[in-house]
């Protein structure tokens, strides 16, 4: 990883909001040592990774905290496995909680100048290790997540993340082409990805520890480093922050991957203590817009062209739809297409 540079550390700028923007407009990134405090996500560490333990994720007998993945379980995004443990994760309130601190939402209004809107659809993501094939691609978050091109990113690990168990990496100056960029089919979480060629500029990324939080605009080029570590599970939490006035995507209003599962807010919100968050976002009148699927239709008709040509990547892609569901339009597409490689490949 020797390719690497150090993010730019902001701390110095947190309470200028005219050099945040600056820095942001400049670099389309911004970075902070412990925005967060590290006592209450070592606290929601613990209740994460002892839930992903009762789901079968980590070694049985060790300590949640240590994340200590067995590796038998190994599971993506797509995957509907993955899906079963992740849902129980998000059921919790602590989790959901965290997207609203203020630490993180009072930096993104100092960016933004404007109140903000944390989005509904909070997110983490739990990587194992051994799996680099599922890494997440090089992309803009755009792509998934749509609105309006002033939605934020905020990622922070929850625990220390050093280089080798996989943090997310920024290309600065990317966000300034100032549109969406071709996207193509890919492996790893979105399943999307811009082509290695049509990028310059250096990679940038640390060794984070616990508190530390990166935030970027929806066109900023970024991706995952690999889990390169033994047996350590990566988990991170990675939210959206917008303006509560600029219009949001419909799905951003739902719990994340619940296109695999139906879940519902319902389900999500059972055992909660308090009502504070609950439906939290109709309090405002949000001007709401739909869902574009172009980009992850032109991702699926690509895996479908390329698993004619028995490229393994779009086969275990095809597969792993197919899985979910095989009575599902897509499942028997690529159900269709598997056929035929297979009939071609047999002569």
């Known amino acids: 990883m020797s390719e690497l540079k150090e993010l730019r550390v902001s701390n110095d700028a947190m309470n200028d909001p005219g050099e945040l923007r600056l820095r942001i407009a400049e670099e389309g990134y911004l970075f902070f040592k412990r925005l967060q405090d590290p006592g209450k996500l070592r606290a929601l560490r613990k209740e994460m990774l002892t839930t992903i333990q009762a789901g079968g994720w980590l070694v049985a007998g060790t300590d949640p905290r240590d994340g200590i993945a067995d590796i038998s379980t190994q599971c993506t995004e797509g995957d509907s496995e993955y899906t079963d443990v992740y849902h129980e994760v998000y059921k919790l309130e602590a989790f959901h909680r965290s997207g609203h601190w203020p630490e993180v939402v009072g930096m993104v209004e100092k960016i933004l100048g404007k109140p903000v809107l944390p989005h509904p659809q909070k997110i983490a993501r739990l990587w194992f290790p051994k799996y680099t094939a599922h890494?997440?691609?090089?992309?803009?978050?755009?792509?998934?997540f749509q609105g309006n091109f002033e939605t934020y990113t905020c990622w922070a690990p929850v625990g220390d993340c050093p280089i080798e168990l996989g943090g997310l990496a920024v290309l600065p100056g990317s966000h300034k082409a100032n549109k969406v960029l071709e996207h193509h089919f890919s492996l790893g979480a979105g399943g999307l990805c811009v082509n290695t060629e049509d990028l310059g500029g250096e990679w940038h990324s640390t060794n984070?520890?616990?508190?530390?939080?990166?935030?970027?605009?929806?066109?900023?080029?970024?991706?995952?480093?690999?889990?390169?570590?033994?047996?350590?599970?990566?988990?991170?939490?990675?939210?959206?922050?917008?303006?509560?006035?600029?219009?949001?995507?419909?799905?951003m209003l739902e719990p994340h991957l619940n296109i695999f599962n139906a879940l519902q807010w319902e389900d999500v919100y059972r055992n909660w203590h308090s009502d504070e968050l609950k439906y939290y976002w109709k309090a405002h009148e949000l001007t709401v817009i739909p869902r574009?699927?172009?980009?992850?239709?032109?991702?699926?008709?690509?895996?479908?062209?390329?698993?004619?040509?028995?490229?393994?990547?779009?086969?275990?892609?095809?597969?792993?739809?197919?899985?979910?569901?095989?009575?599902?339009?897509?499942?028997?597409?690529?159900?269709?297409?598997?056929?035929?490689?297979d009939e071609a490949a047999a002569g």
């Open 135 to 144: 890494t997440t691609p090089i992309h803009q978050d755009f792509v998934h």
């Open 292 to 341: 574009d699927f172009s980009y992850g239709n032109r991702g699926f008709e690509e895996a479908l062209d390329l698993a004619r040509g028995g490229d393994a990547r779009a086969v275990l892609h095809l597969n792993r739809i197919i899985k979910r569901d095989a009575s599902s339009e897509p499942a028997m597409r690529a159900a269709a297409v598997l056929r035929e490689a």
């Open 208 to 251: 984070y520890e616990i508190g530390d939080t990166l935030i970027f605009p929806a066109l900023t080029i970024h991706k995952a480093l690999p889990n390169l570590t033994e047996d350590r599970l990566r988990v991170s939490l990675d939210n959206r922050y917008q303006a509560v006035d600029a219009p949001i995507a419909e799905h």
